[in-house]
């Protein structure tokens, strides 16, 4: 008798379980809170004010609640996401991307430079942007360029999900010029801002290599054997949908095509820009998009028509993006109403101390990486646990260059987590199931974690200052 193979549960049915144990656990954790004070403008924990208050257990109605709740609080991210799915369905109208990557197509097949340099060209500039303006949301619009190119280039729908998302995750993990991890998390703990960015530059460098490294081998390995890809019978039917023809007979981008393009290109300047010099956000970046979309409908000879239908159409398709991110922003509602955060940071703090500051590292890094699991923002882990991590750092041994190291390192673990609304909306744009991807991301997690480990020595034995 043949084994009925095993079928794992939809993105939605796991994360709805992550909300009903989360709604479990606010009837076991007690509340707690920490006060907070005021300091240059921020609202700051007090690392010695911690109390227990009265707990606010979630129940069934809280429970489904909090998908809407989610909605609610993730408004910004989710709007930013179907905003720019219109613009690129716009971008794509123009038929541009398709000549593009018939080009590049065609030039990969004939030049062993293109070949080889292409992965790592892209991986190290998502990764610079990530390290030091901040790149993490900016990189969902980018799964729609890679994802066709990547499978039209003859690997998988992973390579195209993996150069913009983990390029831009690994830059932020290892920050050496981040303003929003690495600049705010030395401000709360008094520590020269971008101070120790030699040594950061260096970890910088080894992350981005390790994940250049790792794409190449997997890319090589798929290219040579297609149905090794978690995503191989995905992949036939999104190959369905790339652009008709082959690459032998194509001549060449118009000039038309060459322009739309230039506009996107620009489109995208403009938002680094913006974000380096202006603090751009998601506000302004969506606006950044919806301009984009309609100057290049113009120029790409649409009428007002198709412009609207293609806006519309692309903003549908992520519909069901939208409400995965909703589910994933709903388990922090949860915690957050059942005043248990705090209580869980509390509990933590004490299992840093160790007979050894390498060994008091490595539990910091742990406890940043369960943080993470929850609280996802740079900004707001900083000024969550470096009140805390600081002072505690001083008394275990460990300097505070090194907490804020083991800080960083916590959030090598975003890509994998599905409470982060932007891996699971990345992978709903790029219709990967989460289990899927979680599966193919644990040979690299675990590659992550033992380079974390391996970083933080150093620090300790210098004593990093």
């Known amino acids: 008798m043949m084994k009925k193979k095993l079928k794992l549960p939809h993105t939605f049915v796991l994360l709805f379980i992550i909300l009903a144990l989360i709604a479990a656990a606010t009837w076991l954790v007690p509340g707690g809170k920490y006060d907070t004070h005021l300091v240059n403008g921020k609202q700051l924990i007090n690392p010695d004010s911690f109390h227990y208050i009265a707990s606010n257990p979630q129940g069934l109605v809280a429970l489904m609640k909090a998908p809407i709740k989610g909605f609610v609080e993730a408004a910004q991210i989710i709007g930013f996401v179907l905003i720019v799915g219109g613009a690129f369905a716009v971008l794509q109208k123009t038929e541009a991307i398709d000549a593009m990557i018939k080009s590049l197509a065609k030039a990969h097949a004939s030049s062993a430079f293109i070949q080889k340099a292409l992965i790592p060209v892209f991986i190290t500039l998502f990764s610079i942007g990530g390290a030091t303006f901040g790149m993490n949301e900016e990189a969902i619009p980018f799964?729609?360029?890679?994802?066709?190119?990547?499978?039209?280039?003859?690997?998988?729908?992973?390579?195209?999900?993996?150069?913009?998302?983990?390029?831009?995750?690994?830059?932020?993990?290892?920050?050496?010029?981040?303003?929003?991890?690495?600049?705010?998390?030395?401000?709360?703990?008094?520590?020269?801002?971008?101070?120790?960015?030699?040594?950061?530059?260096?970890?910088?460098?080894?992350?981005?290599?390790?994940?250049?490294?790792?794409?190449?081998?997997?890319?090589?390995?798929?290219?040579?054997?297609?149905?090794?890809?978690?995503?191989?019978?995905?992949?036939?039917?999104?190959?369905?949908?790339?652009?008709?023809?082959?690459?032998?007979?194509?001549?060449?981008?118009?000039?038309?095509?060459?322009?739309?393009?230039?506009?996107?290109?620009?489109?995208?300047?403009?938002?680094?820009?913006?974000v380096v010099h202006y603090e751009w956000y998601i506000d302004e970046i969506a606006a950044l998009f919806l301009s984009m979309a309609i100057v290049i409908g113009l120029v790409g000879k649409l009428d007002s028509t198709q412009i609207v239908e293609g806006f519309m159409?692309?903003?549908?398709?992520?519909?069901?993006?939208?409400?995965?991110?909703?589910?994933?922003?709903?388990?922090?509602?949860?915690?957050?109403?059942?005043?248990?955060?705090?209580?869980?940071?509390?509990?933590?703090?004490?299992?840093?101390?160790?007979?050894?500051?390498?060994?008091?590292?490595?539990?910091?890094?742990?406890?940043?990486?369960?943080?993470?699991?929850?609280?996802?923002?740079?900004?707001?882990?900083?000024?969550?646990?470096?009140?805390?991590?600081?002072?505690?750092?001083?008394?275990?041994?460990?300097?505070?260059?090194?907490?804020?190291?083991?800080?960083?390192?916590?959030?090598?673990?975003?890509?994998?987590?599905?409470?982060?609304?932007?891996?699971?909306?990345?992978?709903?744009?790029?219709?990967?199931?989460?289990?899927?991807?979680?599966?193919?991301?644990?040979?690299?997690q675990l590659i992550y974690a033992v380079l974390a480990l391996a970083l933080l020595v150093p620090p300790c034995l210098m004593n990093w200052q």
């Open 143 to 274: 799964i729609l360029i890679f994802v066709p190119l990547a499978l039209a280039l003859g690997y998988d729908t992973v390579v195209g999900v993996s150069i913009p998302f983990l390029g831009s995750q690994v830059g932020f993990s290892a920050a050496f010029l981040n303003p929003f991890n690495v600049g705010i998390a030395q401000g709360i703990a008094g520590v020269p801002v971008f101070s120790g960015w030699g040594y950061r530059l260096i970890v910088w460098v080894i992350a981005t290599t390790v994940t250049i490294a790792f794409m190449m081998w997997y890319a090589a390995r798929v290219k040579r054997d297609p149905t090794l890809s978690p995503t191989y019978a995905l992949d036939l039917e999104k190959r369905k949908d790339l652009p008709a023809g082959g690459v032998a007979d194509f001549h060449g981008m118009t000039a038309r095509h060459k322009l739309v393009l230039w506009i996107f290109a620009g489109s995208l300047a403009v938002m680094v820009f913006g």
């Open 313 to 444: 159409q692309g903003a549908r398709d992520l519909v069901g993006t939208a409400l995965v991110i909703a589910l994933a922003r709903g388990t922090l509602v949860l915690a957050r109403d059942a005043h248990i955060i705090d209580t869980m940071l509390h509990a933590l703090m004490p299992l840093v101390q160790s007979a050894h500051p390498v060994f008091a590292a490595w539990k910091m890094f742990g406890i940043q990486t369960v943080i993470n699991f929850f609280i996802h923002s740079g900004s707001g882990q900083a000024a969550l646990t470096m009140p805390i991590m600081a002072p505690l750092a001083d008394l275990v041994g460990v300097t505070r260059q090194t907490a804020i190291l083991a800080f960083q390192f916590g959030e090598f673990t975003t890509p994998m987590i599905p409470t982060s609304g932007i891996t699971v909306g990345v992978l709903a744009l790029a219709r990967i199931p989460w289990i899927t991807w979680a599966k193919w991301m644990i040979p690299l």
